[in-house]
């Protein structure tokens, strides 16, 4: 992952205090080399500031700095979309909407939309990179426990896939994990194919469905977990399956399914990330620069 400047409380709020900060800094993000036309890949432009808006000089297309991010047609002023990002990256718990709401003096439904917008964003910038090498993968089930319902895999639980790469070290490196409906073996080798690089080894438990691996260009290796008589197989899933609950239930309370793999994405985002703390602010900026626009409808879908 590239590099990124660190940044304090003090520093951010020095160099990000008015909304023609955050419109510069979001300028040279989406136009590092200058400005070029998303229309017809011009580079000189008008700037017209009172609309905030940069006119093509060639095609006279006018577009902003937010136009086709996730901030795409946003009435919130600039400033308040930057703090969110900080206080988003600053916490490691992660915040609330309702916090967000009480520290931005902006309505509820406003900054749960900001805060998934900018999940989304994160999740979108993970889908760029791919589990390779070892790879622990299993199955885990979200959500509250409903009355009567089964354990395991017979409950009504949401159903997550997660996987997890680990270094030559065995160590963790990077984290996947999708909501699906079911743990045939169908729906893992999709998994696989769209996180896991072809040709890495996957461990996991003795599930049958598991096996689909092998026909699917993976080497596989199915264990029944056995904590007690082999500790070291998959410990390094379940632990940070583990920690994905203790971070979602400890922040957002009553999380309901329909959201959850928003949530899952910020966990993903910043583990994949854990050591580059002092520099999520900068990590979120970008990933909401780049993502693609989304609608309060279909985040409510």
């Known amino acids: 992952m590239a590099k990124q400047e660190t940044i304090t409380l003090m520093e951010f709020q020095s160099n990000f205090g008015t909304e023609e900060a955050c419109e510069s800094h979001l300028f040279k993000i989406r136009w590092p080399n200058g400005f070029v036309c998303p229309k017809c890949g011009h580079t000189e432009y008008f700037n017209i500031k009172s609309r905030h808006l940069y006119q093509c000089k060639s095609c006279n297309h006018q577009t902003s ?5 996730i901030m795409e047609k946003s009435k919130t002023p600039l400033t308040k979309w930057f703090w969110a990002m900080f206080l988003m990256g600053e916490d490691k718990r992660g915040c609330s909407a309702l916090y967000l709401s009480k520290q931005l003096k902006v309505a509820y439904s406003t900054a749960w939309a900001i805060s998934h917008k900018i999940r989304t964003a994160m999740g979108q910038r993970d889908t760029m990179y791919v589990l390779d090498g070892t790879v ?17 895999r017979g409950t009504d639980k949401t159903v997550v896939l997660v996987g997890i790469s680990l270094n030559p070290q065995g160590k963790p490196q990077f984290v996947k994990m999708r909501t699906v409906e079911n743990v045939k073996g169908k729906t893992l080798e999709r998994f696989a194919k769209e996180n896991i690089e072809p040709g890495s080894f996957i461990k996991s438990d ?8 092998c026909g699917a260009g ?3 290796e199915g264990k029944p977990f056995d904590p007690e008589g082999e500790p070291e197989h998959l410990k390094w899933l379940h632990i940070v399956i583990s920690n994905a609950k203790a971070f979602i239930q400890g922040t957002y ?10 949530y899952l994405d910020e966990f993903c985002f910043r583990f ?3 050591f580059f703390s002092t520099q999520l602010f900068n990590r979120i900026v970008n990933a909401c620069a780049v993502a693609s626009p989304i609608s309060y409808y279909e985040l409510m879908r």
């Open 65 to 69: 700095v937010t136009a086709g991010t």
């Open 136 to 152: 622990e993968l299993d199955d885990a089930f979200f959500g509250g426990t409903r009355e009567g319902s089964k354990r395991g």
């Open 206 to 213: 003795g599930f049958k469905s598991y096996n689909k691996l």
């Open 218 to 220: 993976y080497s596989h």
């Open 253 to 262: 309370h009553g999380l309901d399914d329909l959201h959850l793999q928003s």
């Open 272 to 274: 994949n990330r854990r």
